[in-house]
Nanobody, 121 residues
Framework: QVQLVESGGGLVQPGGSLRLSCAASGTISTINNINVMGWYRQAPGKQRELVAS???????NYGDSVKGRFTISRDNAKNTVDLQMNSLKPEDAAVYYC????????????WGQGTQVTVSS
């Protein structure tokens, strides 16, 4: 089992920046078997959607609405994944969840508890 703990959410004005961090913990074998880590978000009344993901090798994928504004990064040695969010818009407001996809007997997903991002003046 992989445990994920997020930090860094909060209130920011439109056009501002926030940085989210997620730390993964677990047994050495499960941690080493994490392939993709990512960030998802869910706004009230909407489905959870992919914000950005990154493979162990550094390949990234972004949701269309955040391309050019958000940057995902990963430190495999520290088992962390960060999301730098710039030029934030009110529509970016949501609960942001960290995700890890890993193999332990079978492919599994772990989720963090979520961190609230509010974009408002």
């Amino acid at each position: 089992q992989v445990q994920l703990v997020e930090s860094g959410g909060g209130l920011v004005q439109p056009g501002g920046s926030l940085r989210l961090s997620c730390a993964a913990s677990g047994t050495i074998s499960t941690i080493n078997n994490i392939n993709v880590m990512g960030w998802y978000r869910q706004a009230p009344g909407k489905q959870r959607e992919l914000v950005a993901s990154i493979t162990r090798g550094g390949l990234t994928n972004y949701g269309d609405s955040v391309k050019g504004r958000f940057t995902i990064s990963r430190d495999n040695a520290k088992n962390t994944v960060d999301l730098q969010m710039n030029s934030l818009k009110p529509e970016d407001a949501a609960v942001y969840y960290c995700n890890a996809n890993y193999f332990s007997s079978r492919l599994q997903d772990s989720w963090g508890q979520g961190t609230q991002v509010t974009v408002s003046s």
